[in-house]
């Protein structure tokens, strides 16, 4: 499973990634050792990023852009809200058109910067 590293109480405890989309991204990141769940509908994928969302143990969600298209408002509005977890664009594997992901607005937005 996908995981990070978390310093609290002086000691470091794991947080999990997860991804959240498409099949082939998805698949792709399990076999990464990445848990992943595939969504059809942007209703599901809001619905699954809600119930990580307060789950101590989720340090981000990453969401393939096929996804991301459909629920990018409300993702935002997350983003605003909170910082942890982080919320991130990752690229679909089943696009085929190339955009670019401004992965330092992101973190910059993620540290509060």
Excluded: H
């Amino acid at each position: 499973m996908g995981k990070c590293l978390k310093y609290t109480n002086n000691s470091w405890d794991l947080m999990k990634v997860i991804v959240v989309g498409d099949e082939k991204t998805v698949t792709a990141l399990r076999l990464l050792g990445i848990e992943g769940y595939v969504v059809k509908s942007p209703s599901d994928a809001m619905k699954l990023i809600d119930s990580y969302l307060n789950d101590p143990d989720t340090a981000g969600i990453f969401i393939t852009s096929s996804i991301m298209d459909n629920i990018r408002e409300q993702v935002n509005k997350i983003k605003e809200r909170r910082r942890v977890p982080l919320l991130m664009e990752f690229p679909s594997l089943e696009g085929t058109e190339y955009r670019p992901i401004d992965y330092l607005k992101t973190l910059r937005t993620a540290l509060g910067m």
